[in-house]
């Protein structure tokens, strides 16, 4: 198979300004806010956000939260529900996003419907909100079925190989195996994916009848194409390629080692899932 860099240039997100994210782009702090102070916001975003996912253009499918994660995941973001981070992991369990194509990490119950996991879980958080940690190299907020991952970027991207500035979304393209700028904060890019922005974006990744296969499959589960997305065969004719179930782990799991095969670069954690960081490179 041959590898082919570089598919095409992706439409960015329209920017928007929003509310900073404390644990993902900024420096450690200093003591844990607790969740009472976090959700005691004049301008809650859920409000807005639940709106935007009425007048959605795209289906939007809300799993229920757990209190308890939603408590721990909230005070170790140090966010505030006035932001749409912080929204999302205190009122869902997690969106399942045009016909579950994309899944956006929430704060499910461990043994709930669709077994998707937390953003809690994805992200390695620590047992109890620990001050002195931050995700080191951003924060996993959501993974599309192809195994593509969105990320918003920590503090310094740049010590963690990553693009683009501080709080700024990125996706890792599983048919460049490549990290791509977004070019705007989460809210900007959660609004733009409510607003139908994956069509374009997903322009040639996508099949006649991907609805039933994509709506069909569970959390955890994604889809592996033969040729893969990466290849020469693939970009030329994706119709000629197979597809195949697997864990998620599995998908992110190899797009980490074959990048790091072909172009020599580690692609950094992609996810933890069933408590197992994506494998590493080598």
């Given at each position: 198979m041959s590898p082919t860099r570089g598919r095409v240039?992706?439409?960015?997100?329209?920017?928007?300004?929003?509310?900073?994210?404390?644990?993902?782009?900024?420096?450690?702090?200093?003591?844990?806010?607790?969740?009472?102070?976090?959700?005691?916001t004049q301008r809650p975003a859920w409000p807005e956000l639940e709106r935007l996912v009425g007048e959605a253009s795209v289906t939007v499918e809300i799993l229920a939260p757990d209190a308890a994660i939603s408590r721990r995941t909230l005070e170790q973001l140090q966010v505030t529900t006035g932001s749409y981070l912080g929204a999302v992991v205190v009122h869902t369990g997690g969106l399942l996003i045009d016909h579950g194509w994309l899944r956006v990490y929430g704060s499910p119950s461990p043994n709930g419907p669709g077994h998707l996991p937390g953003l809690a879980a994805m992200n390695d958080f620590p047992?109890?909100?620990?001050?002195?940690?931050?995700?080191?190299?951003?924060?996993?907020?959501?993974?599309?079925?192809?195994?593509?991952?969105?990320?918003?970027?920590g503090h310094d991207p740049d010590a963690a190989g990553r693009p683009g500035n501080p709080g700024e979304m990125i996706y890792l393209a599983p048919d460049t195996l490549q990290w791509e700028r977004l070019e705007a904060g989460h809210a900007a890019w959660l609004s733009w994916v409510l607003d139908g922005g994956l069509s374009d974006f997903t322009s040639g990744l996508r099949w006649n009848g991907w609805e039933s296969e994509t709506r069909s499959l569970s959390g955890d589960r994604g889809l592996n194409f033969f040729p893969?997305?990466?290849?020469?065969?693939?970009?030329?004719?994706?119709s000629a390629t197979s597809r195949a179930i697997v864990p998620m782990a599995e998908l992110v799991g190899v797009a980490r080692s074959t990048a790091a095969q072909?172009?020599?670069?580690?692609?950094?954690?992609?996810?933890?899932?069933d408590g197992h960081p994506s494998d590493s490179a080598g």
């Amino acid at each position: 198979m041959s590898p082919t860099r570089g598919r095409v240039t992706r439409p960015t997100v329209p920017p928007r300004t929003r509310v900073g994210i404390a644990a993902a782009a900024g420096p450690t702090i200093e003591r844990v806010r607790l969740f009472e102070n976090l959700t005691a916001t004049q301008r809650p975003a859920w409000p807005e956000l639940e709106r935007l996912v009425g007048e959605a253009s795209v289906t939007v499918e809300i799993l229920a939260p757990d209190a308890a994660i939603s408590r721990r995941t909230l005070e170790q973001l140090q966010v505030t529900t006035g932001s749409y981070l912080g929204a999302v992991v205190v009122h869902t369990g997690g969106l399942l996003i045009d016909h579950g194509w994309l899944r956006v990490y929430g704060s499910p119950s461990p043994n709930g419907p669709g077994h998707l996991p937390g953003l809690a879980a994805m992200n390695d958080f620590p047992p109890a909100p620990d001050a002195a940690w931050s995700p080191p190299y951003g924060l996993v907020v959501a993974h599309d079925v192809l195994g593509g991952t969105y990320v918003l970027n920590g503090h310094d991207p740049d010590a963690a190989g990553r693009p683009g500035n501080p709080g700024e979304m990125i996706y890792l393209a599983p048919d460049t195996l490549q990290w791509e700028r977004l070019e705007a904060g989460h809210a900007a890019w959660l609004s733009w994916v409510l607003d139908g922005g994956l069509s374009d974006f997903t322009s040639g990744l996508r099949w006649n009848g991907w609805e039933s296969e994509t709506r069909s499959l569970s959390g955890d589960r994604g889809l592996n194409f033969f040729p893969p997305l990466w290849s020469k065969q693939a970009h030329e004719d994706l119709s000629a390629t197979s597809r195949a179930i697997v864990p998620m782990a599995e998908l992110v799991g190899v797009a980490r080692s074959t990048a790091a095969q072909i172009d020599g670069v580690d692609l950094g954690p992609l996810g933890t899932f069933d408590g197992h960081p994506s494998d590493s490179a080598g």
